[in-house]
């Protein structure tokens, strides 16, 4: 299975500051298509999840443009460029190149 | 506008069976791919399969195999969740997830409580 470990655990952020969260991938999670399937998830507290990111860099619909994806391979980061109040979560990274489907650990963002 | 609506909390002694509801609304159901993901209390997010709403293929992690069943009804837009051999640490809150590409939607989630 694809284990994907992110950092850090817990991100206490100024408002207006920026944020970062890095995703690492146990195996390259690029696709036989040459396409990367890895997606950023949040979950703001007591809320469903909700897709943020998917195929590395490609931004939701609906989603502000604070948020942005990076990365290749297996090195993976979501950053967020001023962090808001409403940004308040856990965020998860998920891999969708192999079967089974998995999640990181996530990142508790909070603000300082 | 598309909505996911699930099946309501449940409440299982150790060893039943459960089954969970996703209804879809306005939209074409069999574009769709849905995964089924779970959060036990506290924790983080937990895949636990997906099913093509367009020919019923299904792929579920091996931990999970034999105990877990998805289906879909085509006619009423619904996607199904059977998890049997229930046990505490089955109890979670259960999320059903539609995707196709640029589309991604999630249901409420449904509590599913496992307690003798």
């Known amino acids: 299975d694809a284990v994907l470990t992110q950092s850090p655990l817990s991100l206490p952020v100024t408002l207006g500051q920026p944020a970062s969260i890095s995703c690492r991938s146990s195996?390259?999670?690029?696709?036989?298509?040459?396409?990367?399937?890895l997606n950023w998830f949040q979950q703001r507290p007591g809320q469903s999840p909700r897709r943020l990111i998917y195929?590395?860099?490609d931004r939701d619909s609906g989603v502000p443009d604070r948020f942005s994806g990076s990365g290749s391979g297996t090195d993976f980061t979501l950053k967020i460029s001023r962090v808001e109040a409403e940004d308040v979560g856990v965020y998860y990274c998920?891999?969708?190149?192999?079967?089974?489907?998995?999640f990181g650990g996530g990142t508790k963002v909070e603000i300082k | 506008q598309v909505q996911l609506v699930q099946s309501g909390a449940e409440v299982k002694k150790p060893g039943a069976s459960v089954k969970v509801s996703c209804k879809a609304s306005?939209?074409?159901?069999?574009?769709?791919?849905i995964n089924w993901v779970r959060q036990a209390p506290g924790q983080g997010l937990e895949w636990m399969g997906w099913?093509?709403?367009?020919?019923?293929?299904?792929k579920y992690p091996q931990k999970l195999q034999g105990r877990v069943t998805m289906t879909t009804d085509t006619s009423t837009s619904t996607a199904y969740l059977e998890l049997m051999g229930l046990r505490s640490d089955d109890t979670a809150v259960y999320y059903c997830?539609?995707?196709?590409?640029?589309?991604?939607?999630w249901g409420q989630g449904t509590m599913v409580t496992v307690s003798s």
């Open positions: 099913i093509s709403a367009y020919n019923g293929d299904t």
């Open positions: 195929k590395v860099s």
């Open positions: 997830e539609l995707i196709s590409g640029a589309f991604d939607l």
């Open positions: 195996q390259s999670l690029v696709y036989r298509d040459g396409d990367t399937y």
């Open positions: 306005n939209y074409t159901f069999l574009s769709y791919g």
């Open positions: 998920m891999q969708g190149t192999h079967w089974p489907r998995t």
